[in-house]
């Protein structure tokens, strides 16, 4: 306390509000950073959502094609192709798409590559082959055949498998991504509870010391003054032996009172 009260007053105000600035700052300083991983990891979240979602647009085109080879199979109907090729443009795209969403990924890259090389092996392997054998009467029960071995569903239950894993992935990342929001969430909280009960505490403790250093001498030496002004030259001068302005105001004070 003696070396804080021998500061000048100025000092004294600059260091006690200084105090209260850095636990703001730090506080400030910390939640800031935390609100840009928040930031981050929602972006990334939307990211890892609109790759899920392609993916899902993907596989539903690969059904939509599965479903227009079959109608054409039951029925020899060229109009139940119309899905089949809907299909096959949308998966085309979407395959792109996704391709172009993970590029920062070789892992993911090399898996989207697969899942595409078993989409282009059902489309090659059975569908085109079945839709050819479909297409003239004399082969029709040779692509009903086909479609009754195992060969298109074992295909496709690959391009699942493959599709399935790729999800996994994503959503693993997905899963990551909100723990890593949830705890700076946390940290921005908790460090906005403790920053307002430090700054409070401390701008309370500031307070005090400010009173006790600033505020009571003066009180005392005011009194001191008036007590002098009445003629009572025995009241002691309080503050002499301070250093700062309120030391200096004691000692021309103690002068007036020997004068």
Same mark, same amino acid.
């Given at each position: 306390?003696?070396?804080?009260?021998?500061?000048?007053?100025?000092?004294?105000?600059?260091?006690? =509000?200084?105090?209260?600035?850095?636990?703001?700052?730090?506080?400030?300083?910390?939640?800031?950073?935390? @609100?840009?991983?928040?930031?981050?990891?929602?972006?990334?979240?939307?990211?890892?959502?609109?790759?899920?979602?392609?993916?899902? +647009?993907?596989?539903?085109?690969?059904?939509? %094609?599965?479903?227009?080879?079959?109608?054409?199979?039951?029925?020899?109907?060229?109009?139940? @192709?119309?899905?089949?090729?809907?299909?096959?443009?949308?998966?085309?795209?979407?395959?792109?798409?996704?391709?172009?969403?993970?590029?920062?990924?070789?892992?993911? %890259? #090399?898996?989207?590559?697969?899942?595409?090389?078993?989409?282009?092996?059902?489309?090659?392997?059975?569908?085109?082959?079945?839709?050819?054998?479909?297409?003239?009467?004399?082969?029709?029960?040779?692509?009903?055949? @086909?479609?009754? #071995?195992?060969?298109?569903? +074992?295909?496709?239950? @690959?391009?699942?498998?493959? !599709?399935?894993?790729?999800?996994?992935?994503?959503?693993?990342?997905?899963?990551?991504?909100?723990?890593?929001?949830? %705890?700076?969430?946390?940290?921005?909280?908790?460090?906005?509870?403790?920053?307002?009960?430090?700054?409070?505490?401390?701008?309370?403790?500031?307070?005090?010391?400010?009173?006790?250093?600033?505020?009571?001498?003066? +009180?005392?030496?005011?009194? !001191?003054?008036?007590?002098?002004?009445?003629?009572?030259?025995?009241?002691?001068?309080?503050?002499?032996?301070?250093?700062?302005?309120?030391?200096?105001?004691?000692?021309?004070? %103690?002068? =007036?009172?020997?004068?």
């Amino acid at each position: 306390m003696s070396a804080f009260a021998n500061l000048p007053i100025s000092r004294k105000l600059i260091a006690a =509000f200084t105090a209260v600035i850095v636990v703001i700052f730090a506080s400030s300083a910390i939640v800031y950073d935390r @609100l840009l991983v928040i930031e981050w990891a929602k972006n990334w979240r939307v990211h890892t959502a609109d790759v899920l979602e392609t993916l899902q +647009t993907a596989m539903d085109a690969m059904l939509d %094609q599965e479903t227009g080879v079959r109608g054409y199979l039951i029925t020899a109907d060229e109009k139940f @192709l119309e899905p089949y090729h809907r299909g096959g443009n949308a998966y085309t795209a979407a395959i792109q798409k996704i391709k172009n969403l993970t590029s920062y990924s070789p892992a993911q %890259q #090399s898996r989207l590559d697969e899942l595409n090389e078993l989409a282009n092996k059902w489309r090659l392997g059975f569908a085109e082959r079945a839709i050819a054998l479909m297409a003239k009467s004399e082969t029709r029960e040779d692509a009903r055949a @086909l479609e009754g #071995s195992t060969a298109g569903k +074992t295909a496709m239950d @690959l391009i699942r498998a493959k !599709a399935h894993e790729i999800d996994g992935v994503e959503r693993d990342l997905l899963a990551k991504r909100d723990a890593v929001q949830n %705890q700076a969430f946390a940290t921005a909280y908790m460090t906005t509870i403790l920053g307002g009960a430090a700054s409070l505490i401390i701008a309370t403790l500031v307070g005090v010391l400010l009173t006790r250093a600033i505020a009571v001498p003066i +009180t005392r030496m005011t009194s !001191a003054m008036t007590t002098l002004s009445k003629g009572d030259t025995t009241v002691e001068v309080p503050g002499v032996s301070r250093s700062d302005e309120i030391g200096a105001m004691a000692a021309a004070v %103690q002068i =007036f009172k020997i004068a």
